[in-house]
């Protein structure tokens, strides 16, 4: 689609003159008229400049620059090494050591630009078709671990859980198994106070009888008292060493 404003002249402008572009120079970015543009072809620095004609420029296509990025120079070599335009800085800084230097215009006659478009654009596509399987697989990746995150999570809460009602389980069974070994042991710790109780009730009477009954008895029956007090004596003592025995054992067991 053509400019709807007519371009005016960049050159006959600089001299404050108003004359209607004939052609557009993509490499200046502004028009000419039909003198200028005469003089802008026979100029060395400018006449390999792309142009079109003024109807068929589209404001919207922003022109390639032909001229070096790094020295200013217009790009008229190409270094085959390399792959690339290069101007006569470049080839003397950066390429002197390159071979088969060539003319870039020789180079631009023999391509054939539609065939290079076509498989530039064939590159362009294979690259994209490549990066977007790349991002699907992504996307599907991400979703995918985050669905087994969730289940690892969820495994673990369930083994948590799992393990919780083992605990308390064993929790239980420690405690009835710990129960009912201390009702035992104090069942027979009282039965133990009572059986000694009986036997500190046996010394009570034994002692009674030795302060109170014999002194008034005759010397056979006192005789005879003491001994069977001494033998009751000597059962206790037994008793007694039993009991020391036993309670020496649980010492060295606990230790």
């Known amino acids: 689609m053509a400019s709807s404003k007519p371009i005016q002249c960049g050159p006959c402008q600089e001299g ?38 003024i109807k068929s420029y589209k404001p919207s296509i922003k022109a390639i620059n032909t001229e070096c990025d790094k020295h200013g120079q217009q790009l008229n070599l190409y270094c085959p090494s390399h792959l690339m335009p290069c ?12 071979t088969g230097i060539k003319s870039l215009a020789s180079v631009v006659e023999k391509t054939k630009i539609e065939k290079s478009t076509q498989s530039v654009q064939k590159q362009i596509d294979s690259i994209k078709h490549f990066l977007d399987k790349l991002i699907n697989n992504k996307s599907k990746n991400i979703k995918r671990c985050e669905k087994e995150n969730d289940n690892i999570k969820e495994l673990i809460f369930k083994i948590r859980k799992d393990i919780n009602k083992h605990l308390t389980h064993l929790e239980k069974k420690l405690c009835n198994e710990a129960d009912t070994i201390w009702n035992q042991e104090k069942s027979k710790a009282k039965d133990l106070i009572t059986e000694i109780e009986g036997k500190q009730k046996n010394f009570k009477e034994m002692q009674d009888h030795l302060h109170t009954v014999i002194p008034h008895t005759s010397k056979l029956q006192s005789f005879l008292g003491v001994h069977q007090i001494e033998q009751q004596v000597h059962q206790c003592q037994r008793y007694v060493d039993d009991l020391k025995m036993m309670m020496e054992q649980k010492n060295l067991t606990s230790k």
């Open 16 to 53: 404050k003159v108003n004359t209607k572009a004939d052609i557009w120079c993509y490499n200046c970015e502004e028009g000419l008229c039909s003198t200028c543009s005469s003089h802008h072809k026979r100029f060395k620095g400018t006449r390999d400049h792309k142009t079109i004609d």
């Open 87 to 98: 101007c006569d800085e470049c080839i003397s800084t950066s390429h002197s050591k390159c």
